[in-house]
C-alpha cells in the first residue's frame, strides 16, 4: 500500500454515540465502546453519521471529544467529523479537533441549501480552513449524496488540492458507487481515499484506496482490520465476501438503531437501544429477527465490555 497523504489509514468507525433515558450523551458508555473498537485495531471517527452527530449540539460533540480525549484514547487514531450547515459551528469544532491533536477532521460540505455551486463549496472549505488558521489541519471531504443531497465533485477536489495542498489530504466516498470512487483514485493518486462501506475495502485497496470508514466498524471491527490488513492473501475474496454478508444482515434494518441494538444485545446492557428523535428504536420483533440472523452468519463481538462504564 502506497504511503497516506495525511496521517491516518485503515478501518475507522463512525462511533455510535449512546445515550440515556433522558436523551443526554452518555460519555461513559461512548468511551467504553471507544476502547473497545482501539483494541480491535480500529480509529474513530466520531461524530459521522452513525453517530447521530448532526441531533447533537456543538457544545455537546466537544465535550464528548474531550472526554474520549481525556481518558487516554490515542488522538492519532481519531477523525472526528466537524462538517456543520453553518461555517461558524464547522470551524469551532474543527478548531477544538485540532487542537486536542486528532490526526485529521472529516468535513461535511454545508448540506441545507440544495444545489450549490462549487464555487459556493470552495468558498465555504476555503473559509474554515483559513479561519482555524493551523498548519496541523488534515481535512478529509466526506462525500455522502444519498444522505446530504450536497456532492463533492472531482472539480471541487482538484480546484481544493490546488488551492491547499497538505490540507485537504483525503475524502469519505460513501456515494454507494464504485465508478465514482474509481475516478476519485484513478484521478487524484496522491489523495487517500476511504470508502464508506467494508463492502468496497478490499476493490478499494487493490485501486490504491487507504482503507474505510464504516458504520458496521461499530460492531465488526476486528474482521473488517483483518482485511485491511491481509488484503493481498489468497483468502482475501472470500474474507470479503463474509463481511459483505454481515454488513447485509445489519443494513437490512434501519442502521443506527439496528447497530445499537446489536452492542446492546452482546454487551448485555439495554441501555445503547436508545437514539434520539427524530429517530426510533428497533422494535422487539425487529431486535429478534436482527438476532436470529447474525447467529445464522455466526456474528459475535469478543471482548465487548459486559458492564457500562460509569460516566
Given at each position: 500500500?502506497?504511503?497516506?497523504?495525511?496521517?491516518?489509514?485503515?478501518?475507522?468507525a463512525?462511533?455510535?454515540?449512546?445515550?440515556?433515558?433522558?436523551?443526554?450523551?452518555?460519555?461513559?458508555?461512548?468511551?467504553?465502546?471507544?476502547r473497545w473498537?482501539?483494541?480491535?485495531?480500529?480509529?474513530?471517527?466520531?461524530?459521522?453519521?452513525?453517530?447521530?452527530?448532526?441531533?447533537?449540539?456543538?457544545?455537546?460533540?466537544?465535550?464528548?471529544?474531550?472526554?474520549?480525549?481525556?481518558?487516554g484514547?490515542?488522538?492519532?487514531?481519531?477523525?472526528?467529523?466537524?462538517g456543520?450547515?453553518?461555517?461558524p459551528?464547522?470551524?469551532?469544532?474543527?478548531?477544538?479537533?485540532?487542537?486536542?491533536?486528532?490526526?485529521?477532521?472529516?468535513?461535511?460540505?454545508?448540506?441545507?441549501?440544495?444545489?450549490?455551486?462549487?464555487?459556493g463549496?470552495?468558498?465555504?472549505?476555503?473559509?474554515?480552513?483559513?479561519?482555524?488558521?493551523?498548519?496541523?489541519?488534515?481535512?478529509?471531504?466526506?462525500?455522502?449524496?444519498?444522505?446530504a443531497?450536497?456532492?463533492?465533485?472531482?472539480?471541487?477536489?482538484?480546484?481544493?488540492?490546488?488551492?491547499y495542498p497538505?490540507?485537504?489530504?483525503?475524502?469519505?466516498?460513501?456515494?454507494?458507487?464504485?465508478?465514482?470512487?474509481?475516478?476519485?483514485?484513478?484521478?487524484?493518486?496522491?489523495?487517500?481515499?476511504?470508502?464508506?462501506?467494508?463492502?468496497?475495502?478490499?476493490?478499494?485497496m487493490r485501486a490504491?484506496?487507504?482503507?474505510?470508514i464504516?458504520?458496521?466498524?461499530?460492531?465488526?471491527?476486528?474482521?473488517?482490520?483483518r482485511?485491511?490488513?491481509n488484503?493481498?492473501?489468497?483468502?482475501?475474496?472470500?474474507a470479503?465476501?463474509?463481511?459483505?454478508?454481515?454488513?447485509?444482515?445489519?443494513?437490512?434494518?434501519?442502521?443506527?438503531?439496528?447497530?445499537k441494538?446489536?452492542?446492546?444485545?452482546?454487551?448485555h446492557?439495554d441501555?445503547?437501544?436508545?437514539?434520539?428523535?427524530?429517530?426510533?428504536?428497533?422494535?422487539?420483533?425487529?431486535?429478534?429477527?436482527?438476532?436470529?440472523?447474525?447467529?445464522?452468519?455466526?456474528?459475535?463481538?469478543?471482548?465487548?465490555?459486559?458492564?457500562?462504564?460509569?460516566?
Amino acid at each position: 500500500m502506497r504511503q497516506p497523504a495525511g496521517m491516518m489509514s485503515g478501518v475507522l468507525a463512525p462511533v455510535v454515540t449512546p445515550f440515556r433515558a433522558d436523551l443526554a450523551p452518555d460519555a461513559g458508555r461512548l468511551v467504553a465502546h471507544c476502547r473497545w473498537l482501539v483494541g480491535q485495531g480500529c480509529g474513530l471517527a466520531l461524530f459521522g453519521t452513525n453517530s447521530e452527530a448532526n441531533s447533537q449540539s456543538v457544545d455537546e460533540r466537544m465535550g464528548l471529544l474531550e472526554a474520549v480525549v481525556e481518558a487516554g484514547l490515542p488522538t492519532a487514531m481519531m477523525m472526528p467529523g466537524t462538517g456543520c450547515a453553518a461555517l461558524p459551528d464547522t470551524v469551532r469544532l474543527t478548531a477544538h479537533a485540532v487542537g486536542l491533536g486528532c490526526a485529521g477532521v472529516l468535513m461535511l460540505p454545508p448540506f441545507y441549501y440544495k444545489g450549490v455551486s462549487d464555487d459556493g463549496l470552495f468558498a465555504y472549505f476555503s473559509e474554515v480552513i483559513q479561519r482555524v488558521g493551523d498548519r496541523r489541519l488534515k481535512v478529509y471531504l466526506y462525500h455522502i449524496p444519498p444522505v446530504a443531497q450536497v456532492g463533492i465533485s472531482l472539480s471541487l477536489i482538484e480546484r481544493l488540492l490546488q488551492a491547499y495542498p497538505g490540507t485537504v489530504v483525503g475524502i469519505k466516498d460513501s456515494s454507494g458507487d464504485w465508478s465514482n470512487t474509481q475516478a476519485m483514485l484513478e484521478q487524484f493518486p496522491q489523495f487517500d481515499v476511504f470508502v464508506g462501506s467494508e463492502a468496497f475495502l478490499l476493490a478499494n485497496m487493490r485501486a490504491g484506496g487507504v482503507g474505510c470508514i464504516s458504520a458496521t466498524a461499530n460492531v465488526n471491527p476486528a474482521a473488517i482490520v483483518r482485511l485491511f490488513q491481509n488484503w493481498q492473501a489468497a483468502d482475501a475474496d472470500q474474507a470479503q465476501a463474509a463481511l459483505t454478508e454481515t454488513r447485509q444482515v445489519i443494513q437490512s434494518m434501519p442502521m443506527i438503531p439496528a447497530l445499537k441494538a446489536t452492542i446492546a444485545q452482546f454487551a448485555h446492557d439495554d441501555a445503547w437501544l436508545t437514539v434520539r428523535p427524530p429517530l426510533v428504536a428497533l422494535s422487539p420483533a425487529q431486535r429478534q429477527s436482527l438476532k436470529e440472523q447474525l447467529a445464522q452468519v455466526g456474528f459475535a463481538m469478543p471482548g465487548l465490555m459486559a458492564e457500562p462504564a460509569q460516566a
